[in-house]
């Protein structure tokens, strides 16, 4: 290190003279001297101006342009003069700048508090080095622990949403305060009773604002009578969408005359190579869901409700009602491809597979060099959706088929006039999703579909509560309510 001339620092050391300022490439070493000539002891409260001996402390503190600092801080050992206390000598505090035996200055930790509440521990672990201050997730996990953060005594308008500790298994409860904006509490279930101590310990509520679940409803009408409950802005549309995926299931028969024959030559379909047991596992698959499909229509025909059916089948009444609402089994269709790290290459691949390179191993290595990040197998697949001829090394499992068995789908012509329509979870936003984030041919499809009246109006519905949820509109709320009801559409006049 070399030594440079002190100089006025832009840092703020009160209390402390500096002596010399070292540095070199990443580092900045301030050496200082306690100014102070009387402490006190923390025991008796009496000071004392006899010095004991001295010691350095090293805290890190706050980086300064691109390099880290590091205090060494020289502070006086204090003897206590009170005959009658238990503490012979004791340590000068810092109190303005560092903790009592910290290894980093309180302005320090306070940057790195901030990082761990808005990034957490890993994520926060690799982003301090890039700020020259460079700490472990774990680090910044205790930080976040020993942190005070200060209780709002009377939250007004909160938010409670469910959270997963294992999905689909084990859920709590959120709570936000939603003027704050940040979670106040987390409750260990989701069952009403809980809800509701937490409640009654806060009577300052006056707005819970939720989703859907009879639980919740119930759990706030017990803790918090004087609460004014609503559903939030996320909620309703999700409620919104899933009243239109409804509507989707229902109709879908009626769609096959909708759509031109151009559709239905070019069906959105692209099959990927499997092996016989993952095409025979997805066959097996799809065989369930029809035959719970047939199943809980004819039970329903039977005349048994839906609870009896549940428990009969071993599913969920959700689950009973999703199916439902499908007269007709959806068929399943191949998802479109999203964007690739191989995109960029696609174009000089074609060219070497063209030129006779079928070597995939080899193009692979050279797209590296051109600076493809990726693995292999990438490339393999890429390779492998183009081959004509098997090659000595395709596995047999892609080559054989067992005798007597259906034909695997890979096999399967579909004919031109079949229609396949996605499923509703997937068509439903093509009706909310503005135009722009829809492809050409979805853009087709949608103005085809929307041809059908009760559709078209559905879909009118949709869009216009999208908007008045959206750009905040809440007198345009009944309204939109009144036309609901006199739709004649069960899925919108139930919401």
Known sequence: MTLINPINLPISLSGLEVNAVREDAE????????????????????????????YTRAPADLPISDRRIRLLLTVKRFRCRNLDCARSTFVESLPHLVAKSARRTKRLDTALEAIAFALGGQAGSRLTPQLNMPVSGDTLLRLIRNSHVTDQDKPEVIGADDWAKCRGRVYGTILVDLERRRAIELLPDRKAETLADWLRTHPSVKIVARDRSSEYARGISMGAPQAFQVADRWHLLVNLREALERLLDRLRPAFGSLVTSSIQENPVLRLRHRSRETELATQERQRCRKALHTDIHQLLQGGYAIRVIARQLNKSPMTIYKYLSMPEFPQNIARKKRPS????????????????????????????VMGYPGTRRQVLRWAYERRDIPSSTTPKKYLEQPPQEQPLLSSIRIPPKQLLLPVARRLVWLFLLPDSKLEPEDLNLRDQLLNHPVLAQAC??????QHLVRESQPQEFEGWLQKCETSGIPEFMNL
Do not use: K
Not at 27 to 54: F, G, K, M, W
Not at 342 to 367: M, V
């Open 27 to 54: 580092l900045l070493e301030i050496s200082a001297t306690s100014t102070q000539t009387t402490a006190r002891c923390p025991d008796c409260h009496r000071d004392s101006n006899q010095v004991h001996s001295y």
């Open 341 to 368: 790290i191989l995109d960029p290459h696609r174009d000089y691949l074609s060219q070497r597979w063209e030129a006779g390179c079928r070597n995939a191993s080899q193009l692979w290595r050279e797209i590296q």
């Open 460 to 465: 009118t519905l949709a869009l216009n509560f």
